[in-house]
Protein backbone atom coordinates (compact mmCIF):
# COMPACT_ATOMS: atom_id res chain seq x y z
CA UNK A 1 0.00 0.00 0.00
CA UNK A 2 1.36 3.36 -1.02
CA UNK A 3 2.30 5.90 2.01
CA UNK A 4 -1.38 8.00 1.82
CA UNK A 5 0.51 10.28 4.57
CA UNK A 6 3.47 11.93 4.47
CA UNK A 7 5.37 13.87 7.11
CA UNK A 8 6.73 17.78 6.29
CA UNK A 9 8.86 18.79 9.24
CA UNK A 10 8.54 22.48 9.64
CA UNK A 11 10.94 24.54 11.22
CA UNK A 12 9.35 26.84 13.86
CA UNK A 13 7.06 25.12 16.68
CA UNK A 14 3.84 26.78 16.32
CA UNK A 15 1.46 23.92 17.52
CA UNK A 16 3.34 23.83 20.96
CA UNK A 17 3.42 27.39 21.27
CA UNK A 18 -0.54 27.45 20.83
CA UNK A 19 -0.80 24.28 23.38
CA UNK A 20 1.70 25.69 26.29
CA UNK A 21 0.83 29.29 26.07
CA UNK A 22 -2.77 28.81 27.27
CA UNK A 23 -1.84 25.84 29.77
CA UNK A 24 1.38 27.91 30.85
CA UNK A 25 -0.63 31.27 31.11
CA UNK A 26 -3.32 29.32 33.10
CA UNK A 27 -0.50 28.05 35.57
CA UNK A 28 0.78 31.87 36.39
CA UNK A 29 -2.90 33.24 37.10
CA UNK A 30 -2.72 32.76 40.58
CA UNK A 31 0.39 35.63 40.49
CA UNK A 32 -2.18 38.09 38.90
CA UNK A 33 -2.60 40.80 41.81
CA UNK A 34 -6.25 41.21 40.96
CA UNK A 35 -9.42 40.08 39.12
CA UNK A 36 -9.37 42.93 36.87
CA UNK A 37 -5.91 42.62 35.95
CA UNK A 38 -6.52 38.47 35.56
CA UNK A 39 -9.07 38.94 32.85
CA UNK A 40 -6.82 41.59 30.85
CA UNK A 41 -4.32 39.24 30.97
CA UNK A 42 -6.30 36.34 29.94
CA UNK A 43 -7.60 38.27 26.80
CA UNK A 44 -4.28 39.53 25.82
CA UNK A 45 -2.86 35.75 25.98
CA UNK A 46 -6.03 34.45 24.08
CA UNK A 47 -5.39 37.05 21.86
CA UNK A 48 -1.58 36.01 21.03
CA UNK A 49 -2.51 32.49 20.96
CA UNK A 50 -5.17 33.71 18.26
CA UNK A 51 -2.32 35.65 16.23
CA UNK A 52 0.38 33.06 16.54
CA UNK A 53 -1.83 30.39 14.99
CA UNK A 54 -2.41 32.15 12.10
CA UNK A 55 0.42 30.90 10.01
CA UNK A 56 -1.12 27.67 10.08
CA UNK A 57 -3.20 28.80 7.00
CA UNK A 58 -1.13 31.76 5.27
CA UNK A 59 1.87 28.38 5.25
CA UNK A 60 -0.43 25.50 4.78
CA UNK A 61 0.10 24.23 0.90
CA UNK A 62 -2.87 22.14 0.94
CA UNK A 63 -1.78 20.34 -2.09
CA UNK A 64 1.30 18.85 -0.39
CA UNK A 65 -0.49 16.12 1.27
CA UNK A 66 0.08 14.62 4.55
CA UNK A 67 0.59 16.44 7.58
CA UNK A 68 2.88 20.47 8.02
CA UNK A 69 4.05 21.67 10.89
CA UNK A 70 5.58 18.57 12.02
CA UNK A 71 6.76 18.45 15.18
CA UNK A 72 8.45 14.99 16.94
CA UNK A 73 9.85 14.11 20.39
CA UNK A 74 10.70 10.94 22.23
CA UNK A 75 8.72 10.51 25.01
CA UNK A 76 8.98 6.66 26.03
CA UNK A 77 11.17 5.02 23.79
CA UNK A 78 11.02 1.63 25.60
CA UNK A 79 7.33 1.43 23.93
CA UNK A 80 7.38 4.27 21.05
CA UNK A 81 5.55 6.31 22.80
CA UNK A 82 6.11 9.94 21.19
CA UNK A 83 5.25 13.74 21.40
CA UNK A 84 4.42 14.03 17.41
CA UNK A 85 1.92 17.03 16.57
CA UNK A 86 1.31 18.12 12.64
CA UNK A 87 -1.78 19.06 11.21
CA UNK A 88 -3.95 18.88 7.90
CA UNK A 89 -6.79 20.09 5.99
CA UNK A 90 -9.26 18.32 8.68
CA UNK A 91 -7.52 19.42 11.25
CA UNK A 92 -6.55 22.58 10.82
CA UNK A 93 -9.95 24.59 9.92
CA UNK A 94 -10.59 23.24 13.73
CA UNK A 95 -7.98 24.33 15.29
CA UNK A 96 -8.55 27.99 14.26
CA UNK A 97 -12.27 28.07 14.95
CA UNK A 98 -10.74 26.95 18.59
CA UNK A 99 -8.45 29.60 19.26
CA UNK A 100 -10.62 32.55 17.33
CA UNK A 101 -13.21 31.62 20.62
CA UNK A 102 -10.42 31.76 22.79
CA UNK A 103 -10.61 35.66 22.73
CA UNK A 104 -14.71 35.51 22.99
CA UNK A 105 -15.29 33.36 25.60
CA UNK A 106 -13.27 35.26 28.08
CA UNK A 107 -15.08 38.41 27.04
CA UNK A 108 -18.48 37.26 27.38
CA UNK A 109 -17.50 36.18 30.70
CA UNK A 110 -16.25 39.56 31.71
CA UNK A 111 -19.45 40.70 33.50
CA UNK A 112 -20.70 36.95 34.28
CA UNK A 113 -18.30 35.66 36.46
CA UNK A 114 -18.22 37.00 39.47
CA UNK A 115 -16.71 34.13 42.04
CA UNK A 116 -13.47 33.09 41.91
CA UNK A 117 -12.48 34.89 38.72
CA UNK A 118 -8.89 33.64 38.43
CA UNK A 119 -10.08 29.90 38.51
CA UNK A 120 -12.79 30.21 36.13
CA UNK A 121 -9.65 32.17 33.57
CA UNK A 122 -7.25 29.62 34.51
CA UNK A 123 -10.29 26.60 33.55
CA UNK A 124 -10.95 29.01 29.88
CA UNK A 125 -7.01 28.66 29.31
CA UNK A 126 -6.52 25.41 30.11
CA UNK A 127 -9.12 24.39 27.76
CA UNK A 128 -8.25 26.16 24.83
CA UNK A 129 -4.71 24.64 25.26
CA UNK A 130 -6.01 21.12 25.95
CA UNK A 131 -8.20 21.32 22.64
CA UNK A 132 -5.77 22.75 20.33
CA UNK A 133 -3.69 19.09 21.64
CA UNK A 134 -6.84 17.06 20.51
CA UNK A 135 -6.36 18.10 16.95
CA UNK A 136 -2.86 18.50 16.44
CA UNK A 137 -1.68 15.29 18.37
CA UNK A 138 -0.42 12.15 16.16
CA UNK A 139 0.78 10.39 18.61
CA UNK A 140 -2.69 7.70 19.53
CA UNK A 141 -1.80 8.06 23.43
CA UNK A 142 -0.81 11.66 23.04
CA UNK A 143 -4.01 12.27 21.64
CA UNK A 144 -6.13 10.05 23.96
CA UNK A 145 -4.31 11.92 26.58
CA UNK A 146 -5.90 15.54 25.51
CA UNK A 147 -8.88 13.66 24.88
CA UNK A 148 -9.25 12.77 28.53
CA UNK A 149 -7.94 15.99 30.35
CA UNK A 150 -10.25 18.24 28.84
CA UNK A 151 -12.63 16.60 30.93
CA UNK A 152 -11.29 18.33 34.28
CA UNK A 153 -11.52 22.11 33.37
CA UNK A 154 -14.88 21.29 31.25
CA UNK A 155 -16.34 19.19 34.70
CA UNK A 156 -14.94 22.37 37.05
CA UNK A 157 -16.64 25.05 34.65
CA UNK A 158 -19.76 23.55 34.84
CA UNK A 159 -20.02 22.08 38.56
CA UNK A 160 -18.19 25.39 40.23
CA UNK A 161 -19.83 28.18 38.12
CA UNK A 162 -23.20 26.41 36.68
CA UNK A 163 -27.07 26.82 37.04
CA UNK A 164 -28.83 25.21 40.05
CA UNK A 165 -28.48 21.50 39.22
CA UNK A 166 -25.14 22.07 37.90
CA UNK A 167 -23.76 18.91 39.61
CA UNK A 168 -25.90 16.66 38.44
CA UNK A 169 -24.91 18.19 34.87
CA UNK A 170 -21.15 18.13 35.43
CA UNK A 171 -21.07 14.45 36.56
CA UNK A 172 -23.51 13.42 33.98
CA UNK A 173 -21.11 14.98 31.29
CA UNK A 174 -18.17 12.96 33.01
CA UNK A 175 -19.83 9.80 33.52
CA UNK A 176 -20.93 9.59 29.42
CA UNK A 177 -17.41 10.99 28.44
CA UNK A 178 -15.39 8.41 30.67
CA UNK A 179 -17.65 5.26 29.49
CA UNK A 180 -17.18 6.29 25.87
CA UNK A 181 -13.41 7.03 26.76
CA UNK A 182 -13.08 3.19 28.12
CA UNK A 183 -13.82 1.79 24.42
CA UNK A 184 -11.61 4.24 22.75
CA UNK A 185 -8.64 3.16 25.33
CA UNK A 186 -9.26 -0.41 24.09
CA UNK A 187 -9.48 0.42 20.46
CA UNK A 188 -5.68 2.53 20.84
CA UNK A 189 -4.18 -0.65 22.90
CA UNK A 190 -5.20 -3.26 19.92
CA UNK A 191 -3.79 -1.05 17.43
CA UNK A 192 -0.46 -0.98 19.34
CA UNK A 193 -0.81 -4.12 19.64
CA UNK A 194 -1.04 -4.37 15.65
CA UNK A 195 1.24 -1.64 14.86
CA UNK A 196 3.94 -1.62 17.70
CA UNK A 197 3.42 1.80 17.71
CA UNK A 198 1.51 4.35 18.62
CA UNK A 199 2.09 6.92 15.68
CA UNK A 200 -0.88 7.68 14.04
CA UNK A 201 0.30 7.75 10.54
CA UNK A 202 2.60 4.59 10.94
CA UNK A 203 -0.75 3.00 12.27
CA UNK A 204 -2.57 4.23 9.58
CA UNK A 205 -0.74 2.38 6.95
CA UNK A 206 -1.97 -1.25 8.55
CA UNK A 207 -3.85 -3.33 6.50
CA UNK A 208 -6.42 -4.50 8.89
CA UNK A 209 -9.03 -7.33 8.53
CA UNK A 210 -12.42 -7.16 8.67
CA UNK A 211 -13.67 -8.52 11.40
CA UNK A 212 -10.59 -6.77 13.22
CA UNK A 213 -12.14 -3.62 11.72
CA UNK A 214 -15.43 -4.02 13.26
CA UNK A 215 -14.81 -4.18 16.40
CA UNK A 216 -12.49 -1.04 16.41
CA UNK A 217 -14.89 1.07 14.27
CA UNK A 218 -17.51 -0.07 17.11
CA UNK A 219 -15.10 1.21 19.80
CA UNK A 220 -14.38 4.13 18.34
CA UNK A 221 -18.15 5.30 17.51
CA UNK A 222 -18.85 4.76 21.02
CA UNK A 223 -16.33 6.99 22.28
CA UNK A 224 -16.80 9.49 19.64
CA UNK A 225 -20.60 9.55 19.08
CA UNK A 226 -20.79 10.63 22.80
CA UNK A 227 -18.63 13.78 22.02
CA UNK A 228 -20.82 14.71 18.99
CA UNK A 229 -23.63 13.84 20.20
CA UNK A 230 -25.17 10.83 18.66
CA UNK A 231 -28.68 9.83 19.26
CA UNK A 232 -29.56 7.62 21.62
CA UNK A 233 -26.21 9.06 23.34
CA UNK A 234 -27.25 12.90 23.41
CA UNK A 235 -29.02 13.11 27.07
CA UNK A 236 -25.95 14.96 28.70
CA UNK A 237 -25.87 17.78 26.60
CA UNK A 238 -29.05 19.64 26.91
CA UNK A 239 -28.19 19.54 30.87
CA UNK A 240 -24.47 20.67 30.36
CA UNK A 241 -25.78 23.28 28.22
CA UNK A 242 -28.32 24.88 30.56
CA UNK A 243 -26.25 24.18 33.49
CA UNK A 244 -23.29 25.43 32.25
CA UNK A 245 -22.08 29.45 32.30
CA UNK A 246 -22.32 31.33 29.16
CA UNK A 247 -18.57 30.42 28.06
CA UNK A 248 -18.99 26.54 29.05
CA UNK A 249 -22.23 26.71 26.43
CA UNK A 250 -20.02 27.95 23.40
CA UNK A 251 -17.12 25.87 24.26
CA UNK A 252 -19.66 23.01 23.63
CA UNK A 253 -21.29 23.53 21.49
CA UNK A 254 -18.21 25.43 19.10
CA UNK A 255 -15.41 23.45 19.97
CA UNK A 256 -15.94 20.04 21.89
CA UNK A 257 -18.98 18.89 19.72
CA UNK A 258 -16.56 19.04 17.06
CA UNK A 259 -13.83 16.77 18.27
CA UNK A 260 -16.82 14.22 18.11
CA UNK A 261 -17.05 14.40 14.41
CA UNK A 262 -13.24 14.53 13.89
CA UNK A 263 -12.99 11.30 15.84
CA UNK A 264 -15.47 9.71 13.11
CA UNK A 265 -13.40 11.07 10.36
CA UNK A 266 -10.03 10.53 11.66
CA UNK A 267 -9.97 7.26 13.42
CA UNK A 268 -13.50 5.61 12.48
CA UNK A 269 -13.10 5.87 8.70
CA UNK A 270 -9.55 6.22 7.75
CA UNK A 271 -8.60 3.46 10.19
CA UNK A 272 -11.82 1.42 9.59
CA UNK A 273 -12.46 1.80 5.82
CA UNK A 274 -14.41 -1.15 5.25
CA UNK A 275 -16.31 -1.32 8.13
CA UNK A 276 -17.51 2.38 7.65
CA UNK A 277 -18.72 1.28 4.36
CA UNK A 278 -20.52 -1.83 6.06
CA UNK A 279 -22.16 -0.22 9.33
CA UNK A 280 -22.87 3.16 7.07
CA UNK A 281 -26.75 2.66 6.47
CA UNK A 282 -27.00 2.15 10.65
CA UNK A 283 -25.27 5.26 10.61
CA UNK A 284 -27.20 7.12 8.25
CA UNK A 285 -30.15 6.28 10.20
CA UNK A 286 -29.13 7.28 13.29
CA UNK A 287 -28.08 10.64 11.97
CA UNK A 288 -31.68 11.18 10.83
CA UNK A 289 -33.06 10.02 13.92
CA UNK A 290 -30.90 12.80 15.76
CA UNK A 291 -32.07 15.46 12.70
CA UNK A 292 -36.01 15.15 12.95
CA UNK A 293 -35.77 14.14 16.85
CA UNK A 294 -33.37 16.91 17.72
CA UNK A 295 -35.71 19.22 15.40
CA UNK A 296 -38.86 18.41 16.97
CA UNK A 297 -37.62 18.70 20.55
CA UNK A 298 -35.81 22.07 20.45
CA UNK A 299 -39.27 23.13 18.51
CA UNK A 300 -41.20 22.60 22.06
CA UNK A 301 -38.88 23.93 24.38
CA UNK A 302 -39.64 27.47 25.94
CA UNK A 303 -35.99 27.61 27.72
CA UNK A 304 -33.41 29.57 25.10
CA UNK A 305 -30.48 27.35 25.82
CA UNK A 306 -32.85 24.13 25.66
CA UNK A 307 -33.70 25.15 22.58
CA UNK A 308 -29.99 25.80 20.95
CA UNK A 309 -28.90 22.97 22.78
CA UNK A 310 -31.08 20.42 20.95
CA UNK A 311 -30.65 22.40 17.59
CA UNK A 312 -26.89 21.04 18.16
CA UNK A 313 -28.20 17.66 18.15
CA UNK A 314 -29.93 18.50 14.71
CA UNK A 315 -27.37 19.88 13.36
CA UNK A 316 -24.58 17.56 14.29
CA UNK A 317 -26.77 14.53 13.24
CA UNK A 318 -26.27 16.58 9.48
CA UNK A 319 -22.98 16.23 10.21
CA UNK A 320 -22.77 13.15 10.52
CA UNK A 321 -25.22 11.60 8.03
CA UNK A 322 -22.86 13.85 5.05
CA UNK A 323 -19.97 11.94 6.82
CA UNK A 324 -21.50 8.47 6.80
CA UNK A 325 -23.06 8.95 3.23
CA UNK A 326 -19.31 8.26 2.09
CA UNK A 327 -19.72 10.90 -0.99
CA UNK A 328 -17.27 13.75 -1.27
CA UNK A 329 -19.55 16.36 -1.20
CA UNK A 330 -21.51 15.09 1.95
CA UNK A 331 -17.83 15.34 3.48
CA UNK A 332 -17.35 18.49 2.38
CA UNK A 333 -20.52 19.52 3.76
CA UNK A 334 -20.11 18.22 7.31
CA UNK A 335 -15.95 19.52 7.47
CA UNK A 336 -18.09 22.90 6.72
CA UNK A 337 -21.11 22.48 8.86
CA UNK A 338 -18.28 21.72 11.66
CA UNK A 339 -16.82 25.46 11.25
CA UNK A 340 -20.12 26.94 10.60
CA UNK A 341 -22.19 25.15 13.22
CA UNK A 342 -19.37 26.57 15.80
CA UNK A 343 -19.90 30.16 14.69
CA UNK A 344 -23.61 30.50 14.30
CA UNK A 345 -24.14 28.25 17.56
CA UNK A 346 -21.67 30.31 19.18
CA UNK A 347 -23.04 33.43 18.43
CA UNK A 348 -26.56 32.25 19.88
CA UNK A 349 -25.21 30.93 22.87
CA UNK A 350 -23.47 33.80 23.35
CA UNK A 351 -26.72 36.03 23.23
CA UNK A 352 -28.82 33.57 25.14
CA UNK A 353 -25.74 34.54 28.00
CA UNK A 354 -26.31 38.33 27.42
CA UNK A 355 -29.56 38.09 27.18
CA UNK A 356 -29.57 36.03 30.92
CA UNK A 357 -27.10 38.64 32.07
CA UNK A 358 -30.03 41.47 31.83
CA UNK A 359 -33.12 39.53 32.75
CA UNK A 360 -31.57 36.47 34.94
CA UNK A 361 -34.32 34.44 32.77
CA UNK A 362 -33.90 31.95 29.93
CA UNK A 363 -37.62 32.00 29.23
CA UNK A 364 -38.95 33.06 25.73
CA UNK A 365 -41.94 34.75 27.45
CA UNK A 366 -39.98 36.44 30.02
CA UNK A 367 -37.97 37.57 27.11
CA UNK A 368 -40.18 38.67 24.29
CA UNK A 369 -40.52 41.26 22.60
CA UNK A 370 -37.27 42.85 22.92
CA UNK A 371 -36.67 44.32 18.87
CA UNK A 372 -37.54 47.97 19.57
CA UNK A 373 -35.81 48.33 22.88
CA UNK A 374 -32.51 45.86 21.48
CA UNK A 375 -32.21 46.73 17.84
CA UNK A 376 -28.39 45.30 17.87
CA UNK A 377 -29.36 42.70 19.85
CA UNK A 378 -32.21 41.65 17.35
CA UNK A 379 -30.04 42.52 14.63
CA UNK A 380 -27.78 39.41 15.80
CA UNK A 381 -30.13 37.18 16.28
CA UNK A 382 -32.21 37.38 13.14
CA UNK A 383 -28.51 36.80 11.06
CA UNK A 384 -27.58 33.91 13.82
CA UNK A 385 -31.30 32.59 13.26
CA UNK A 386 -30.92 32.51 9.92
CA UNK A 387 -27.63 30.58 9.27
CA UNK A 388 -29.14 28.60 11.51
CA UNK A 389 -32.21 27.59 9.39
CA UNK A 390 -29.67 27.38 6.86
CA UNK A 391 -31.09 30.57 4.54
CA UNK A 392 -28.77 31.58 1.38
CA UNK A 393 -25.90 33.88 1.89
CA UNK A 394 -25.37 32.56 5.17
CA UNK A 395 -22.74 30.14 5.87
CA UNK A 396 -24.09 27.41 7.42
CA UNK A 397 -26.41 26.94 4.03
CA UNK A 398 -23.32 25.87 1.97
CA UNK A 399 -22.36 23.19 4.26
CA UNK A 400 -26.55 21.89 4.42
CA UNK A 401 -26.65 22.34 0.88
CA UNK A 402 -23.34 19.92 0.19
CA UNK A 403 -24.97 17.68 2.72
CA UNK A 404 -28.17 17.19 1.29
CA UNK A 405 -26.41 16.64 -2.36
CA UNK A 406 -24.56 13.97 -0.81
CA UNK A 407 -27.19 12.21 0.71
CA UNK A 408 -29.01 12.42 -2.49
CA UNK A 409 -26.49 10.93 -4.56
CA UNK A 410 -26.46 7.99 -2.34
CA UNK A 411 -30.09 7.37 -2.37
CA UNK A 412 -32.89 9.30 -2.88
CA UNK A 413 -34.68 7.66 0.08
CA UNK A 414 -32.00 9.61 2.34
CA UNK A 415 -31.96 12.64 1.31
CA UNK A 416 -36.55 12.56 1.60
CA UNK A 417 -36.05 11.77 5.21
CA UNK A 418 -33.66 14.48 5.97
CA UNK A 419 -35.77 17.36 4.61
CA UNK A 420 -38.09 17.48 7.24
CA UNK A 421 -35.08 18.46 9.65
CA UNK A 422 -34.21 21.63 7.43
CA UNK A 423 -38.01 22.61 7.72
CA UNK A 424 -37.99 21.96 11.42
CA UNK A 425 -35.15 24.28 11.62
CA UNK A 426 -36.75 26.45 10.15
CA UNK A 427 -39.77 25.91 12.24
CA UNK A 428 -37.99 26.21 15.96
CA UNK A 429 -35.46 29.32 14.53
CA UNK A 430 -38.33 31.58 13.42
CA UNK A 431 -40.12 30.73 16.17
CA UNK A 432 -37.09 31.70 18.90
CA UNK A 433 -36.72 35.02 16.75
CA UNK A 434 -40.19 35.95 16.55
CA UNK A 435 -40.59 35.56 19.95
CA UNK A 436 -37.78 37.83 21.24
CA UNK A 437 -37.99 40.12 19.05
CA UNK A 438 -41.81 40.71 18.39
CA UNK A 439 -44.23 38.76 20.44
CA UNK A 440 -45.11 41.47 23.06
CA UNK A 441 -43.91 44.80 24.18
CA UNK A 442 -41.28 44.13 26.05
CA UNK A 443 -39.71 44.66 29.79
CA UNK A 444 -38.06 47.83 29.82
CA UNK A 445 -37.15 46.96 33.79
CA UNK A 446 -34.08 45.05 31.79
CA UNK A 447 -34.13 45.52 28.38
CA UNK A 448 -30.99 47.61 27.25
CA UNK A 449 -29.04 47.22 24.24
CA UNK A 450 -25.34 45.72 23.39
CA UNK A 451 -22.46 47.62 25.18
CA UNK A 452 -18.95 47.96 23.26
CA UNK A 453 -17.92 44.44 24.50
CA UNK A 454 -20.65 42.49 23.33
CA UNK A 455 -20.19 44.15 20.48
CA UNK A 456 -16.75 43.11 20.03
CA UNK A 457 -17.71 39.55 20.88
CA UNK A 458 -20.43 39.11 18.40
CA UNK A 459 -18.79 41.12 15.25
CA UNK A 460 -16.34 38.47 14.30
CA UNK A 461 -18.74 35.41 14.10
CA UNK A 462 -21.01 37.63 12.58
CA UNK A 463 -19.03 38.91 9.74
CA UNK A 464 -17.41 35.51 9.41
CA UNK A 465 -21.26 33.76 9.01
CA UNK A 466 -21.62 36.27 6.16
CA UNK A 467 -18.29 36.18 4.53
CA UNK A 468 -18.55 31.92 4.35
CA UNK A 469 -21.84 32.03 3.17
CA UNK A 470 -20.89 33.91 0.26
CA UNK A 471 -17.72 32.93 -0.16
CA UNK A 472 -16.69 29.59 1.86
CA UNK A 473 -13.54 28.67 -0.95
CA UNK A 474 -10.82 29.91 2.29
CA UNK A 475 -12.32 26.88 4.18
CA UNK A 476 -13.02 24.14 0.59
CA UNK A 477 -9.33 24.99 -0.83
CA UNK A 478 -8.18 23.71 2.65
CA UNK A 479 -10.27 20.38 3.30
CA UNK A 480 -11.00 18.82 -0.35
CA UNK A 481 -7.52 17.53 -0.92
CA UNK A 482 -7.68 16.20 2.57
CA UNK A 483 -10.83 15.01 2.26
CA UNK A 484 -10.09 13.24 -1.40
CA UNK A 485 -7.24 11.31 0.60
CA UNK A 486 -9.31 10.14 3.32
CA UNK A 487 -12.07 8.92 0.94
CA UNK A 488 -9.67 7.25 -1.92
CA UNK A 489 -8.94 4.48 1.23
CA UNK A 490 -12.92 3.45 0.94
CA UNK A 491 -13.09 0.49 -0.58
CA UNK A 492 -13.81 0.85 -4.59
CA UNK A 493 -17.81 0.99 -5.68
CA UNK A 494 -18.68 1.82 -1.90
CA UNK A 495 -21.60 3.86 -2.89
CA UNK A 496 -23.98 1.40 -4.84
CA UNK A 497 -23.38 -1.34 -2.22
CA UNK A 498 -24.36 1.52 0.39
CA UNK A 499 -27.25 2.41 -1.74
CA UNK A 500 -28.29 -1.47 -2.16
CA UNK A 501 -28.33 -1.00 1.79
CA UNK A 502 -30.21 1.28 2.41
CA UNK A 503 -32.93 -0.16 -0.19
CA UNK A 504 -32.99 -3.17 1.67
CA UNK A 505 -33.56 -1.54 4.90
CA UNK A 506 -36.28 0.27 3.64
CA UNK A 507 -38.08 -2.52 1.83
CA UNK A 508 -37.67 -4.18 5.37
CA UNK A 509 -39.12 -1.48 7.38
CA UNK A 510 -42.30 -1.19 4.64
CA UNK A 511 -45.63 -3.09 5.60
Keep these: MEPILHLHTM ?27 AKIYSLILTIMVMVFSIPLYTNFDPLLGGFQFVEQHVWVKSIGLTYLLGIDGISMPLILLTTLFGPLVVLCSWSYITKRIKAFLACLLLTQGIMVGVFAALDVMLFYFFFESLLIPMFLMIAVWGGPRRIYAAVKFVLYT ?66 AP ?36 IMIIFSIIAIIYGGLLSLAQS ?3 KLIAYSSVAHMGFATLGIFSLTFQGNQGAMLQNINHGLTTGGLFLLAGMLYERSHSRDLTVNAGLARLMPAFAFFLGLFSLSSLGFPGTASFVGEFLILVGAFELDW ?61 PITTIINPALEGLLSRLPIEHGSQIAGYMHHLVQSMLP
Excluded at 24 to 34: E, F, Q, R, S, V
Excluded at 256 to 279: D, H, I, W
Design 246 to 281: TAGSVILASILLKMGTYGLLRFNLALAPQASVNLAP
Design 11 to 37: PISVLSMIIFLPIGGALLLPLIPDDRA
Design 303 to 305: DIK
Design 413 to 473: RVGAWAIPGALLAAAYMFRLFLKLTWDAKGNKAFACDLNTREWLTLAPLALLVIVFGFNPK
Design 178 to 243: LAGSIFLLLALIALYLQAHTFSYPEISMLQLSPQFQFWLFLAFLIAFAVKVPMFPVHTWLPAAHVE
